[in-house]
């Protein structure tokens, strides 16, 4: 096998199949399978859930064939390079493997007119990469930037690591006109919804942890993703990328839109709210569940803890009074999201969580489980 590829072009691929292979396994999934054939060159990666092949048409191929080797003994030595320009840096990779061996020959043009030639040798390895079926026809077509944006909102609400399995992914709900992001580790939980062309009635699946992080890292902004969802897989073509993901299935994900609708409600200024907290964090106690006490009476919002105190008056008495605690990282996580100048906070007396939502704006809402109080 022999070609040549663009180093800015082989830069991108060995990026984005580093979010996939397993840097320090011997096996498939720390390997990258090179395949040249007519006129194009596939790599392909695999995590072992989570395959990731990437095409590319605009290598000059002098001989087909296919290949192995690990990622870790070239992603290095090929993120150095300079692309050429001005008659400054590399052009191209040259690829050469022959038997058990794989050549990296480099071409780097210096200012001074003398060029450089470098060479890298790494071991070649026998082996198949595992069948990935062919993609289907796509159920839904949707922006990569919609996607990545609505998955961006929610992860940082998911702990992977939960022993309840459905709330270790994201929750994806396609309707009619929209898309609907969850998150959530049972104690904090954003819901996030952005309109997009769909003719698709209410489907719901949870996508892994994993397959999510993946899909903000590797997809390009602002492409078409199509997308085809089949029994525990999730089928992804865009631009010069096919990724094939997991779904968590045979979980039911909670049931939370009940419990956005509280009796009560308080409107305030968000940036005065959020100043606070965000001011106050790093007085938390971490092993005392980040508590912090919110107090609303007598026309004033309280925010304390054992060693600091926020007192914000209104000149407007609040209509109701509550008394809770929280954990302080969690809420300042969940209010950087909200961007309208006011900001309503949702509740029932006696309750054991807290709503935040935007007044005018179902399309995004935050829930806040209560800490015991001591």
């Given at each position: 096998m022999e070609f040549s590829i663009l180093v800015e072009d082989l830069q991108s691929i060995v990026s984005r199949l580093?979010?996939?292979?397993?840097?320090?396994?011997?096996?498939?999934?720390?390997?990258?399978?090179?395949?040249?054939?007519?006129?194009e060159v596939k790599f392909k990666?695999?995590?072992?859930?989570?395959?990731?092949?990437?095409?590319?048409?605009?290598c000059e191929i002098v001989k087909t064939g296919k290949t192995l080797i690990k990622l870790s003994a070239v992603k290095g030595y090929i993120s150095k390079f300079v692309p050429l320009v001005d008659n400054y840096g590399t052009k191209e990779f040259r690829f050469i493997v022959d038997k058990s061996e794989c050549t990296i020959k480099t071409k780097t043009y210096f200012q001074s007119g003398k060029p450089s030639y470098k060479r890298l040798k790494v071991p070649?390895?026998?082996?198949?990469?595992?069948?990935?079926?062919?993609?289907?026809?796509?159920?839904?077509?949707?922006?990569?930037?919609?996607?990545?944006?609505?998955?961006?909102?929610?992860?940082?609400?998911?702990?992977?690591?939960?022993?309840?399995?459905?709330?270790?992914?994201?929750?994806?709900?396609?309707?009619?006109?929209?898309?609907?992001?969850?998150?959530?580790?049972?104690?904090?939980?954003?819901?996030?919804?952005?309109?997009?062309?769909?003719?698709?009635?209410?489907?719901?699946?949870?996508?892994?942890?994993?397959?999510?992080?993946?899909?903000?890292?590797?997809?390009d902004d602002d492409a078409q993703?199509?997308?085809?969802?089949?029994?525990?897989?999730?089928?992804?073509?865009?631009?010069?990328?096919?990724?094939?993901?997991?779904l968590i299935i045979n979980e039911s994900y909670p049931n939370y839109r009940a419990m956005f609708d509280l009796e009560s409600v308080i409107t305030f200024s968000r940036l005065d709210f959020v100043d606070t907290v965000h001011t106050i964090?790093?007085?938390?106690?971490?092993?005392?569940?980040?508590?912090?006490?919110?107090?609303?009476?007598?026309?004033?919002?309280?925010?304390?803890?054992?060693?600091?105190?926020?007192?914000?008056?209104?000149?407007?008495?609040?209509?109701?009074?509550?008394?809770i605690d929280i954990n302080g990282e969690f809420l300042d996580s969940i209010l950087k999201d909200f961007s309208s100048e006011l900001l309503e906070l949702h509740f029932t007396k006696d309750g054991n969580y807290i709503v935040f939502k935007e007044p005018n704006n179902d399309k995004h809402s935050a829930l806040l489980t209560v800490v015991k109080k001591r």
């Open positions: 580093s979010n996939v292979v397993k840097p320090n396994e011997d096996g498939i999934t720390g390997m990258v399978m090179i395949e040249a054939v007519d006129n990666a695999t995590d072992g859930g989570i395959h990731l092949i990437i095409t590319n048409n605009k070649c390895f026998k082996g198949e990469y595992p069948v990935v079926k062919p993609f289907d026809e796509a159920q839904l077509i949707i922006n990569s930037s919609i996607l990545k944006y609505g998955m961006n909102k929610v992860m940082h609400c998911i702990n992977p690591s939960e022993v309840r399995k459905s709330i270790t992914g994201v929750n994806v709900l396609i309707k009619k006109g929209g898309i609907v992001f969850t998150g959530t580790n049972g104690v904090k939980l954003a819901e996030f919804e952005l309109d997009i062309n769909a003719d698709i009635e209410n489907t719901s699946h949870i996508f892994s942890y994993n397959f999510a992080s993946v899909l903000r890292a590797v997809l993703v199509f997308m085809n969802l089949q029994g525990r897989n999730v089928y992804i073509k865009s631009n010069d990328m096919y990724i094939v993901g997991g964090m790093d007085v938390l106690d971490p092993e005392d569940n980040s508590r912090l006490t919110i107090k609303v009476g007598d026309g004033k919002l309280v925010m304390n803890n054992n060693i600091v105190e926020s007192i914000q008056e209104f000149d407007t008495p609040l209509e109701d009074n509550f008394d």
